[in-house]
């Protein structure tokens, strides 16, 4: 639309240009007099004319006594019809030169077919002027079946390997096996193994899925042919299949090669499900892909590689031997691997000698490959932004934080009274998270506002755990509500500001009954089916396979386990006032507490 505006506008200054070269062209010399014709026939009558020079339009005169004059005539009527009409004794003329102009001039064209010519130049130009945004349209429709996969050549320069992939010991392992494969097919074939087709990653977003099979690329040193799934799935139906069937022979004829799949669960969702047509064109690409991974020959060596963080969605037909045979999970990185990852991407930093980057994997469990990449990044901007040339511990706590709650906001105004409750508030969740036994200790106690939240307590683990038994989370629930009721306790009513914690409990203690089978009185099963089904866009999650009463006592249990969380946090809270108030002064005062500073505070975790 904003082009469109832009074209007309152009046009229309090309107009005005046109318009104003047109009337200085057709302006009329004002030197010479304009007669009419009677006039003209008069002085040809009374002989004083000695040339007259015939134009279409126009006749030019020249007096005997040297005077010029200009007569107008229609261009459709000729000199010597006029003369007849006006019954000229032909002597008279005889004595006068007459010149007939050929009226070739290209001015003269001009000035007769400009009018006319220019409001179609207009048309014709915006035309082709906004027809040129919809060729471009038009040029990818031609190409629509075409696969768009990009190639990396095994020779390219920036070429991962294995090294460069921290952590991820099993996943690395499972695909050295497929390395060997591309690279001596030969040794597999001779004892009759065939050679698996199709390797899935599955893993959370950002554990380096897509870094991995590129780095078997780069291992095996053979083409790799990258396409997400996504890009399988255009208006037209049809074409995703189309796009499978292009790339699946480009990479038949490369042999050996990879050929990737990114996001693949954007096309292999389970058949069947959904609502609205959209699933149709899936369906189809995905069958499509399904028939070309059959249609290996033994010889192909062609391995397919394929991705998703959603594997609970996938088609089942994708999972069964001979397609996707091989699955390989990649977990979020634990803390060796976190160190790992830190090293490989801390290779090009510059760090302070005292940096500990295990400190740093101790602080941040539940971290992605990406989001490691990412912490560094934000602590060398920190550092280069203070015009420091080595990167300080600070800069990668700072990282820590920005990454994991968002920016500080520092200059968000806030009211005495707000940094007052935001005090208490935090202070609560430190005190119940200080003094309950199996909760994760307080690394950190903030008021600065920092992306969505008001304040912030950080807990840390100290190990990396798996497995979590009931009582741990009802004292994770009574460290969530544990903010809100200290507010309560000191203030008499509440603010908006527990509503992210709520909502947090909530689900905590939903999750507690309905898939964790820990409610005593609904018994060790799972309620509702968790369906993935898409309807105009919107996940819609859950499907019934229980009645009406059951939900009731689904939402009586959900309460009963907020109120045991509840009732912990009041208890801690109601026996530690006097620490409450010296965390609350302390917080007022500096506005972050670090661990030590907490801990002198309110002495050492307890331990049970
Ligand atoms: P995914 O495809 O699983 O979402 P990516 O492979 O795109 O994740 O990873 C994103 C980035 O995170 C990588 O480019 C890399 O910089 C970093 N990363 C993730 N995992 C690792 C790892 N194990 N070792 C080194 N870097 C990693
Ligand atoms: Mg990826
Ligand atoms: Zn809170």
Same mark, same amino acid.
Request: aromatic residues 6%; contains cysteine; proline residues 4%.
């Given at each position: 639309?904003?082009?469109?505006?832009?074209n007309f506008l152009i046009f229309f200054l090309v107009f005005l240009v046109i318009a104003a070269i047109f009337s200085a062209l057709s302006k009329p010399s004002q030197a010479v007099a304009t007669v009419g014709?009677?006039?003209?026939?008069?002085?040809?009558?009374?002989?004083?004319?000695?040339?007259?020079n015939?134009n279409t339009n126009k006749l030019d005169?020249?007096?005997?006594?040297?005077?010029k004059e200009i007569v107008k005539k229609e261009s459709t009527?000729?000199?010597?019809?006029?003369?007849?009409?006006?019954?000229?004794?032909?002597?008279?003329?005889?004595?006068?030169?007459?010149?007939?102009n050929?009226n070739s001039g290209w001015d003269y064209w001009l000035t007769l077919m400009l009018p006319i010519l220019i409001p179609f130049l207009l048309i014709i130009g915006f035309?082709?002027f906004?027809?040129?945004?919809?060729?471009?349209?038009?040029?990818?429709?031609?190409?629509?079946?075409?696969?768009?996969?990009?190639?990396?050549?095994?020779?390219?320069?920036?070429?991962?390997?294995?090294?460069?992939?921290?952590?991820?010991?099993?996943?690395?392992?499972?695909?050295?096996?497929?390395?060997?494969?591309?690279?001596?097919?030969?040794?597999?074939?001779?004892?009759?193994?065939?050679?698996?087709?199709?390797?899935?990653?599955?893993?959370?977003?950002?554990?380096?899925?897509?870094?991995?099979?590129?780095?078997?690329?780069?291992?095996?040193?053979?083409?790799?042919?990258?396409?997400?799934?996504?890009?399988?799935?255009?208006?037209?139906?049809?074409?995703?299949?189309?796009?499978?069937?292009?790339?699946?022979?480009?990479?038949?004829?490369?042999?050996?090669?990879?050929?990737?799949?990114?996001?693949?669960?954007?096309?292999?969702?389970?058949?069947?499900?959904?609502?609205?047509?959209?699933?149709?064109?899936?369906?189809?690409?995905?069958?499509?892909?399904?028939?070309?991974?059959?249609?290996?020959?033994?010889?192909?060596?062609?391995?397919?590689?394929?991705?998703?963080?959603?594997?609970?969605?996938?088609?089942?037909?994708?999972?069964?031997?001979?397609?996707?045979?091989?699955?390989?999970?990649?977990?979020?990185?634990?803390?060796?691997?976190?160190?790992?990852?830190?090293?490989? %991407?801390?290779?090009?930093?510059?760090?302070?000698?005292?940096?500990?980057?295990?400190?740093?994997?101790?602080?941040?469990?539940?971290?992605?490959?990406?989001?490691?990449?990412?912490?560094?990044?934000?602590?060398?901007?920190?550092?280069?932004?203070?015009?420091?040339?080595?990167?300080?511990?600070?800069?990668?706590?700072?990282?820590?934080?920005?990454?994991?709650?968002?920016?500080?906001?520092?200059?968000?105004?806030?009211?005495?009274?707000?940094?007052?409750?935001?005090?208490?508030?935090?202070?609560?969740?430190?005190?119940?998270?200080?003094?309950?036994?199996?909760?994760?200790?307080?690394?950190?106690?903030?008021?600065?506002?920092?992306?969505?939240?008001?304040?912030?307590?950080?807990?840390?683990?100290?190990?990396?755990? %798996?497995?979590?038994?009931?009582?741990?989370?009802?004292?994770?629930?009574?460290?969530?509500?544990?903010?809100?009721?200290?507010?309560?306790?000191?203030?008499?009513?509440?603010?908006?500001?527990?509503?992210?914690?709520?909502?947090?409990?909530?689900?905590?203690?939903?999750?507690?009954?309905?898939?964790?089978?820990?409610?005593?009185?609904?018994?060790?099963?799972?309620?509702?089916?968790?369906?993935?089904?898409?309807?105009?866009?919107?996940?819609?999650?859950?499907?019934?396979?229980?009645?009406?009463?059951?939900?009731?006592?689904?939402?009586?249990?959900?309460?009963?386990?907020?109120?045991?969380?509840?009732?912990?946090?009041?208890?801690?809270?109601?026996?530690?006032?006097?620490?409450?108030?010296?965390?609350?002064?302390?917080?007022?005062?500096?506005?972050?507490?670090?661990?030590?500073?907490?801990?002198?505070?309110?002495?050492?975790?307890?331990?049970?």
């Amino acid at each position: 639309m904003k082009n469109l505006i832009k074209n007309f506008l152009i046009f229309f200054l090309v107009f005005l240009v046109i318009a104003a070269i047109f009337s200085a062209l057709s302006k009329p010399s004002q030197a010479v007099a304009t007669v009419g014709l009677e006039t003209m026939i008069q002085q040809i009558n009374d002989g004083k004319i000695s040339e007259i020079n015939i134009n279409t339009n126009k006749l030019d005169i020249t007096l005997k006594a040297g005077q010029k004059e200009i007569v107008k005539k229609e261009s459709t009527e000729s000199f010597s019809t006029l003369l007849n009409n006006f019954k000229v004794d032909p002597a008279k003329t005889a004595t006068i030169k007459i010149n007939v102009n050929e009226n070739s001039g290209w001015d003269y064209w001009l000035t007769l077919m400009l009018p006319i010519l220019i409001p179609f130049l207009l048309i014709i130009g915006f035309m082709i002027f906004t027809m040129r945004g919809l060729q471009g349209v038009n040029n990818r429709a031609m190409s629509f079946g075409q696969s768009n996969a990009k190639e990396a050549n095994p020779e390219q320069r920036d070429k991962v390997s294995f090294k460069d992939v921290a952590g991820a010991k099993e996943a690395k392992e499972e695909l050295k096996e497929v390395v060997e494969f591309l690279k001596f097919p030969k040794k597999f074939h001779e004892l009759g193994a065939r050679i698996p087709r199709g390797v899935l990653l599955l893993g959370a977003p950002g554990t380096g899925k897509t870094l991995l099979s590129r780095s078997v690329a780069g291992e095996a040193n053979v083409p790799f042919f990258h396409i997400s799934g996504s890009e399988f799935v255009e208006m037209f139906v049809g074409v995703g299949a189309s796009r499978v069937r292009s790339l699946f022979q480009k990479a038949k004829k490369n042999s050996p090669c990879i050929v990737f799949i990114d996001e693949i669960d954007a096309v292999g969702r389970r058949r069947g499900a959904g609502l609205g047509g959209s699933h149709d064109e899936r369906e189809q690409t995905l069958n499509q892909i399904l028939v070309e991974m059959d249609g290996f020959e033994p010889t192909n060596n062609v391995i397919v590689i394929a991705a998703t963080n959603r594997p609970d969605v996938l088609d089942p037909a994708l999972l069964r031997p001979g397609r996707f045979d091989r699955q390989v999970i990649i977990d979020l990185p634990d803390i060796k691997d976190r160190e790992e990852i830190l090293q490989v %991407h801390s290779r090009k930093k510059p760090l302070a000698k005292d940096v500990e980057l295990r400190k740093i994997a101790q602080r941040t469990p539940g971290f992605s490959g990406a989001d490691l990449a990412n912490l560094l990044n934000e602590a060398a901007i920190l550092a280069a932004r203070q015009n420091k040339k080595i990167i300080d511990n600070s800069e990668l706590f700072e990282a820590i934080e920005k990454v994991m709650i968002g920016p500080e906001r520092r200059s968000r105004i806030i009211t005495d009274k707000e940094k007052k409750i935001t005090a208490y508030h935090e202070a609560g969740h430190a005190l119940v998270a200080h003094f309950l036994p199996d909760t994760d200790p307080v690394h950190k106690i903030s008021i600065i506002a920092r992306g969505q939240a008001g304040g912030y307590t950080l807990k840390v683990p100290t190990e990396d755990r %798996h497995m979590h038994p009931k009582s741990e989370f009802i004292q994770e629930i009574a460290v969530l509500l544990a903010g809100h009721l200290t507010e309560k306790e000191i203030f008499g009513e509440v603010t908006t500001g527990a509503t992210s914690d709520l909502r947090r409990a909530t689900a905590m203690a939903r999750s507690l009954v309905t898939d964790f089978g820990m409610s005593d009185h609904l018994g060790p099963r799972t309620y509702g089916e968790k369906e993935e089904m898409i309807f105009l866009g919107r996940e819609i999650h859950e499907q019934r396979d229980y009645s009406e009463k059951v939900a009731e006592r689904i939402d009586e249990e959900i309460t009963d386990f907020i109120k045991q969380g509840s009732a912990r946090a009041q208890t801690i809270i109601a026996e530690h006032k006097v620490e409450l108030e010296k965390i609350v002064t302390a917080l007022l005062e500096k506005e972050t507490l670090e661990k030590e500073e907490f801990e002198n505070l309110v002495g050492p975790k307890p331990k049970v």
